[in-house]
């Protein structure tokens, strides 16, 4: 009775002993997929404010936006301090959607909205999303 008693103790040993291993090593893959799928969120967003950063150029949004200096229109900060405040979204009024929260005297809305409408009227949500991102990398 002993030895029946013993055996099924070491029995019992060797199986949490394996199930324990094998616990570990699953551990370690979700840690690995987590990791992994980190890093690819990182990289898009790294390139999906490249693209932002490359659309607002060739857009000639630099024109008129500066990231810290007031020219024809606010600088890149001040949009992004006011759209953060009032809770605004960038790509909404990119599609026209919502009015101008930053800059509202009349004939600024006007000469924005004649430019929006010529410069990126043919972008996709996607393109104006990456505008938005890089924008909002711009602390």
Do not use: W
């Not at 024109?63 to 605004?88: A, F, L, R």
């Amino acid at each position: 009775m002993k030895k029946s008693v013993l055996v099924l103790g070491l029995a019992a040993l060797f199986f949490a002993s394996c199930g324990e291993k094998k616990k570990e090593e699953v551990k370690k893959e979700v840690e690995t997929t987590v990791e992994t799928a980190k890093e690819e969120v990182k990289e898009a967003v790294v390139d999906n404010v490249e693209l932002g950063k490359k659309l607002f150029t060739d857009k000639t949004c630099a024109t008129c936006h500066q990231p810290d200096t007031k020219v024809i229109g606010p600088s890149i900060k001040d949009i992004n301090k006011v759209y953060s405040e009032q809770n605004g979204n960038i790509v909404k009024f990119l599609k026209g959607e919502s009015p101008a929260i930053v800059d509202t005297d009349p004939g600024q809305v006007a000469i924005m909205k004649a430019n929006l409408d010529s410069f990126v009227k043919d972008l996709t949500g996607d393109e104006l999303a990456a505008l938005s991102a890089y924008m909002r990398s711009i602390k």
